[in-house]
């Protein structure tokens, strides 16, 4: 581009960086000494930065040494539940559940899941992801928070059948409420939390409104091996085979973690009618040692997303979506016996182009290109660490380090530069949450949201399930 005198200021030029393409293929590359133009929140122009040496810009982003990438996309997490990290360590899964999460989470208030997704956001800006699926409670406070950091997300409120029908009235108001909200940057989800909880009968009517409303289901099913197991010793079914009886396989859906895939779930996931799309969230189901990992080469074989995640940070400890892309790269490669699967490339497909399609935003983000979003990145490749670069796509996924995110860019505006928080105050949320924190904590009162055992895993419909308190109103 030839930029002409009388041409209006860009909004935002990053120049002399190395950004992160995609062919017509989606195949990845990168264009050296290159510089983004951004208009109205969208990439106007990549090209080269000789030739947007005069343009003149709002802003201008110096960017030597670092390399432009799509914004990342945290495909599934409990961002408020940055308040629990490290309250449940070194426990199997039912225990975490049953003897410290869920008591714990009875006594959240409205207030403690606002705080919550204000750290979070800091701890995510800072990683760069400028997306994120969240399925939790309260959830207009977490919208309030977007709508206040800048960033982008896609929002579900979580029901369990044990609500009554509230749940997923509830669930269904939050998401056409919500839609399109904080200028676009909001799209929202029904949010059944799992098959295990939620009976046939609501995930029904789930599937019944998505198709209604035009809207989407985030959903955790078989998320590991013994649920999947247990569901059809029991049942005869598979928790996959669960979402295609009730129609959620006819929505677009996507299914958080998905290690109890069998082999028997993969034609059904390849015929559903809607879009399907799976978050792997790999750095929990080492904590609990699960034995299985989510399949992605088979996943990735049907043409099925698989994007990456962190799950919430009380079981994570960690909402870093850097790590989760080395983490897949690093498991598929032990799993399947293969060290050329995945390769540095394409585990950058998985976080970029991948992650922005699992939540349904694959026409509009997961790109550096004209007419994308530009929600954008700069990673500082100049530490020790991340030289001599033999091979830019593996010092990115095996060298390089969230802390190496420099500046934070969505929808054309700049939320971190050079390190610094432009939009959030993190102290101030700490003291806050400090504060909250005995109460929050207390387990004294003997009470939990539900129960996680053997007993509930694929429970058939009609069945008795268990109490749900309703603290979430506070």
Partial sequence: MTPSPAEAPADLVITGCTVLVHDDQER?????????????????????????????????????GQVALPGLVNCHTHAPMVALRGVAEDLPTEEWFNDVVWPVESNLTERDVA???????????????TCFADHYFSMDAVAAVVTECGMRAHLGEAYFSSQGPQGRERSLEFALRHRGGAD??????????????????????????ARDHGLPVHIHASENRDQAETSLARHGVTPIEVLKRTGILDTDVLIAHGTGILDGDLPLLAAADGRTAVA????????????TTTPVRALRDLGIPVGLATDGAASNNSLDVWESMALTALIQKSTTGDPRWLTSRQALHHATLQSARAVGLGDTLGRIA???????????????????VHDLAATLVHSARSSDVRTTVVDGRILMRDRELLTLDVPAVVRELRERLPALLDRSHGRRIQDYTASTLGTPPGSERVHYHDEYED
């Fill in 28 to 64: 990845t590359g990168f264009e050296e000494n290159a510089a983004i133009v951004v208009r109205g929140g969208v990439v106007d122009a990549v090209t080269t930065a000789a030739a947007v040496r005069d343009l003149p810009a709002v802003e201008r982003l110096e960017a030597p």
């Fill in 115 to 129: 705080l919550g997704a204000r750290l979070a956001c800091a701890e995510m800006i800072r990683g760069g992801v």
């Fill in 184 to 209: 676009g940057r909001i799209t929202t989800a029904l949010a059944p939390h799992a098959p295990y909880t939620v009976d046939d009968a609501d995930l029904a009517a789930t599937a019944e409104l």
């Fill in 280 to 291: 792997t969230a790999p750095r929990g189901y080492l904590k609990f040692a699960w034995p």
């Fill in 370 to 388: 004209p007419g994308r979003r530009a929600d954008i990145i700069l990673v500082d490749l100049t530490g020790p660490h991340t030289q001599p």
